[in-house]
Antibody, heavy 119, light 108 residues
Framework: QVQLVESGGGVVQPGRSLRLSCAAS????????MHWVRQAPGKGLEWVAL????????YYGDSVKGRFTISRDNSKNTLYLQMNSLRAGDTAVYYC????????????WGQGTLVTVSS | EIVLTQSPGTLSLSPGERATLSCRAS???????LAWYQQKPGQAPRLLIY???SRATGIPDRFSGSGSGTDFTLTISRLEPEDFAVYYC?????????FGQGTKLEIK
């Protein structure tokens, strides 16, 4: 069965960096695009970034463009999110999700990892 | 960027009743790229409906989606206790993805 397990969350000071990971199993990771989606405490869902199945194209939401970088290692079945210049507004649970390209949706989600940006 | 507005913000109903949730887009959305998710407290979202009206794998047939253009609807025909949750619509256009702000379905 499809499994996505995020890790790397924690408490970080404003302006610092953090890297999240998402370990995938139960499907051919190299055949799917992957996303990061976040949810601030008590708030709704916000799409963060997409990377194509082969890493050749990447897209970002406006609020993270220029600060966050999505990447993947298909040999390790792992997705990453490098987050730089973190702000209090980046505090959220970060989910990785599999892309269902044909219908533009997220068909499987991990359980999320919490990132808290605070001094 | 396409903005999705969901209504109502909160819907209070009893088990067995019918729920109708609305999602309105700021500009036309391809029906192929409109989805609905359910999220329960402490859990990740779960895909319910894709392509505006197709149920995802394992989703009961009391859930149905409809609509086109700028107006979409999620209907739950007869509410079960496990259906009380937050529901989000989502669209895809030009390599960008947006969500509605959510509708909380609570027990009356």
């Amino acid at each position: 069965q499809v499994q996505l397990v995020e890790s790397g969350g924690g408490v970080v000071q404003p302006g610092r960096s953090l890297r999240l990971s998402c370990a995938a199993s139960g499907f051919t990771f190299s055949g799917y695009g992957m996303h990061w989606v976040r949810q601030a405490p008590g708030k709704g869902l916000e799409w963060v970034a997409l990377i194509w199945y082969d890493g050749s194209n990447k897209y970002y939401g406006d609020s993270v463009k220029g600060r966050f970088t999505i990447s993947r290692d298909n040999s390790k079945n792992t997705l990453y999110l490098q987050m730089n210049s973190l702000r209090a507004g980046d505090t959220a649970v970060y989910y990785c999700a599999r892309d269902w390209e044909a219908v533009g949706t997220f068909d499987y989600w991990g359980q999320g990892t919490l990132v808290t940006v605070s001094s | 960027e396409i903005v999705l507005t969901q209504s109502p913000g909160t819907l209070s109903l009893s088990p067995g009743e019918r729920a109708t949730l609305s999602c309105r887009a700021s500009q036309s959305v391809s029906s192929s790229y409109l989805a609905w998710y359910q999220q329960k407290p402490g859990q990740a979202p779960r895909l319910l409906i894709y392509g505006a009206s197709s149920r995802a794998t394992g989703i009961p047939d009391r859930f149905s989606g409809s609509g086109s253009g700028t107006d979409f609807t999620l209907t739950i025909s007869r509410l079960e206790p496990e259906d009380f949750a937050v529901y989000y619509c989502q669209q895809y256009s030009s390599s960008l993805y947006t969500f509605g702000q959510g509708t909380k379905l609570e027990i009356k």
